[in-house]
T-cell receptor, first 116, second 115 residues
Framework: KQEVTQIPAALSVPEGENLVLNCSFTDSAIYNLQWFRQDPGKGLTSLLLIQSSQREQTSGRLNASLDKSSGRSTLYIAASQPGDSATYLCAVRVDAGGTSYGKLTFGQGTILTVHP | EAQVTQNPRYLITVTGKKLTVTCSQNMNHEYMSWYRQDPGLGLRQIYYSMNVEVTDKGDVPEGYKVSRKEKRNFPLILESPSPNQTSLYFC??????????????FGPGTRLTVT
């Protein structure tokens, strides 16, 4: 069974810092990995989607990398801002053929606080 | 506006009283899924559907039913709700083709309390 772990569980940084969030998964047979942001009391917003054949994806100040063989992904946030404060979740989709692609496993998330 | 909608957003009910949470998407996505989010347990998948009339169990399907009679709708049914189904529920959808295949779009959530 796929297990997804995110480290650290919480992170507090001053505005302007560059930071890295980590996501690890136990089964390297994945279809893709997706990073989300969740604001308190709200739904999830997709940040970046990395297909299993890709090494990284970038969107603005965000860069996500994927190392399938080692079961790791990182989300890099450059020049952090107070508006980046949220919970960041990674989710892994298995690759076992057929309708298994429909199964998605989430990490517990990293609570990020960026203070002015 | 492209979106996933859920209704109701908040619901308080009593044990055993059947309820349905609706989910609808206007993006013509093939894939839809339900999740529950609980403190300390994170998000867990309940059921998913790859297309009309095709549904599969996620990690925590017990106590739930789903149906996919139309592409845009994927209701979650609790035949006999129990207090341990008190949770925040999310519906999501995604396309199954192209470079954005399986990029999920989430609804706003339904907070369910079963007393």
């Amino acid at each position: 069974k796929q297990e997804v772990t995110q480290i650290p569980a919480a992170l507090s940084v001053p505005e302007g810092e560059n930071l890295v969030l980590n996501c690890s998964f136990t089964d390297s047979a994945i279809y893709n990995l997706q990073w989300f942001r969740q604001d308190p009391g709200k739904g999830l917003t997709s940040l970046l989607l990395i297909q299993s054949s890709q090494r990284e994806q970038t969107s603005g100040r965000l860069n996500a990398s994927l190392d399938k063989s080692s079961g790791r992904s990182t989300l890099y946030i450059a020049a952090s801002q107070p508006g980046d404060s949220a919970t960041y979740l990674c989710a892994v989709r298995v690759d076992a053929g057929g309708t298994s692609y429909g199964k998605l496993t989430f990490g517990q998330g990293t609570i990020l606080t960026v203070h002015p | 506006e492209a979106q996933v909608t859920q209704n109701p957003r908040y619901l308080i009910t009593v044990t055993g009283k059947k309820l349905t949470v609706t989910c609808s998407q206007n993006m013509n996505h093939e894939y839809m899924s339900w999740y529950r989010q609980d403190p300390g347990l994170g998000l867990r998948q309940i059921y998913y559907s790859m297309n009309v009339e095709v549904t599969d169990k996620g990690d925590v399907p017990e106590g739930y039913k789903v149906s996919r009679k139309e592409k845009r709708n994927f209701p979650l049914i609790l035949e006999s709700p129990s207090p341990n189904q008190t949770s925040l529920y999310f519906c999501a959808s995604s396309p199954l083709a192209g470079g954005l295949s399986y990029e999920q779009y989430f609804g706003p959530g339904t907070r369910l309390t079963v007393t």
